[in-house]
């Protein structure tokens, strides 16, 4: 509790360093003077790269110039013209910017229990041991640690917006430690205030309280959801509250069903996975409507069921695409696009080859891109702040490097990005603006003092929870 307390004080042993967050720099990075230039100006111009806007009425482009002001998307246009002292200018050559990725389902406390059950499966495995055994064991200092370690490697690999179910609200503090690592790490960040464990929870109620601390203005970069139940207590709850529910939902479309009659969900609610869903509840769903997350990746390793992606598309609903957590798999979009790519041709494929007429079309790599992005922005419902590189929305870009002897010569841009990319591309990401990565560097963080707070985290609650990792197994 005193850790929690601490820090979210600001000064605390589990806060980033204050200076380092308002200079945009640490030590290091201040010595470089091509960021130290774009930390102190208002005006960015990315000259020369090939942009993937996702915007279907700006287009895309083989060759353009970016420029942003105050945090914004100024114009997108080839040879931009503007005084060169005007501005910062970063050379785009052989470089692809698209917006940031949107993971729309993340339980990011778990960033201190990455791969530590790399063959479990949903049953018995993770609601046994993570859900039941770990979970109860982490005290507020470690849900900061497993929050900012998360999200951090979400910048890294080129993920601006994610949104947190943040399952751990065992006690006010815990809700309050991952509240502020997610603004400590400057990501873009839906905090879906969910449930908890233990006399000291105060969900769903404790959301009021939230509200009035942490969320009494709207132009931040996190905001504020509620993770919803089958329980229409919760859904009422978000709806006096005012913000948008958040349901994980397989097989139980009577109850999905029901929500729906009683006149609880709303346009923009978040429902997640959708897997065994029947097609009435596929219509309440969408005509409610509600977004869908899926994650394909997790959901075929865990044992979740298929993905829901075809059942969405066949309803007229473009899924968004999210990791869920790192406790098995990798958290970057690059796996996840491509495995929902895969999936859903070899679906298609396959019904081909047993004669079935009137196919349903074969998704591309920009359906995956898309997915990834501004349906991804929908889910999370700041599509008017990010998801395309639209003048009018924040810069939330990502600059990835193409010049590698894996991806030369390049033939199709998209393709390039869905089929052969990984994180190791991912160069350059800013937030509102803001360089968070530079060269492939994290800005202003202290690497080692947050991967030494997150390996005592991570120690503390199998500690407590008596668990023995197997590190070579």
Known sequence: MKAGAALIAGGGAYSLAAGAQAQGVDATDAAD????????????????????????RLGDFAKADILIEDGKLAEIAPDIAVSPEAVAAIDGANRIAIPGFVDTHSHSYQGVLRAIMPNGALDPGYNRDVQATLTPAFAPGDVYAGVLMSALGFIDMGTTAIVDLSQISHTPEHSDAAIGALRDSGIRAVYGHSRGLG????????????????????DGLVTLALGASLDPATFRAAREAGVRAILHIRNDS????????????????????????????WRVLRDSGGHVSLCPLLEMSMGHGLPAIQQALDNGMRPSLSSDHGVAVAQDFFSVMR??????????????????????????????????????????????????????????????????????????????????????????????????????????????RVMRLATEARDAVLRRAGFAMDFLG
């Open 199 to 218: 006399p000291a929870t105060q969900y769903p109620q404790d959301i009021a309280r939230l509200q009035r601390t942490w969320f009494n203005s709207t």
């Open 339 to 448: 495995t929902g790519f895969a999936y859903q041709r070899m679906g298609i494929f396959a019904r081909a080859r047993a004669g079935e007429p009137n196919l349903p079309a074969l998704l591309t790599c920009r359906d995956m891109l898309e997915f990834a992005t501004i349906e991804g922005a929908r889910c999370a419902g700041v599509e008017g702040r990010t998801g395309t590189l639209s003048p009018g929305k924040d810069a939330d870009i990502v600059l990835l490097r193409a010049d590698g002897l894996s991806l030369w010569p390049l033939n199709n841009a998209a393709g390039t990005v869905v089929n052969l990319m990984n994180p190791g591309h991912v160069e350059s990401v800013f937030v509102a603006g803001k360089p968070k990565k530079w060269r492939g560097r994290l800005v202003g963080i202290d690497a080692a």
């Open 33 to 56: 003077a091509e960021l130290a230039q774009l930390a102190g100006r208002g005006r960015i111009l990315i000259k020369g790269a090939v942009v993937l806007t996702l915007d279907r």
């Open 254 to 281: 009577d109850k999905l069903i029901e929500l729906g009659r009683a006149g609880l969900m709303r346009e923009g609610d978040e429902y997640i996975h959708c897997i065994n869903l029947t097609a009435q509840a």
